[in-house]
C-alpha cells in the first residue's frame, strides 16, 4: 500500500472506500449536512484515524476519523484540528466514542 502524506490523499482515499458522508459537530453528536443524518455517540465507531504535524503549516496539524455507524450503513469523516486550534467540543466527543479494535 503506497504512503499517503497529505490531507487531502487521506480524504480521497477514505471516500473511495465508501466514507462519503461529511460529518460536523453538534454539541452532542455528529451531523451530515448533506444527507440530514444525525449520530449520537452510541450510534458509531471510529475505523481508524490519522494524525498530521504540518511543521511549516499549520493548517496541516490535524485528525481525520473514519467513522461508521454500529449498524453498517453510514460510513464518513470527521476533520478536527489539534494543537492550539483544536476544538475542545471535538475532542470531548471523541473521548466518548468506541475505537473499533479489530481493524487496522
Known sequence: MEQMTTLAEVINNLREQGYTEDFNLQPNALHS??????????????????????????????????????????????VNSYGVYSDDTTDELVKKLKERKDTY
Open 33 to 78: 449536512a448533506a444527507t440530514d443524518i444525525v449520530l449520537h455517540p452510541e450510534d458509531f465507531v471510529i475505523d481508524r484515524h490519522y494524525r498530521f504535524e504540518g511543521p511549516s503549516d499549520p493548517d496541516e496539524e490535524a485528525v481525520v476519523y473514519a467513522i461508521s455507524s454500529t449498524d453498517g450503513k453510514v460510513k464518513g469523516v470527521l
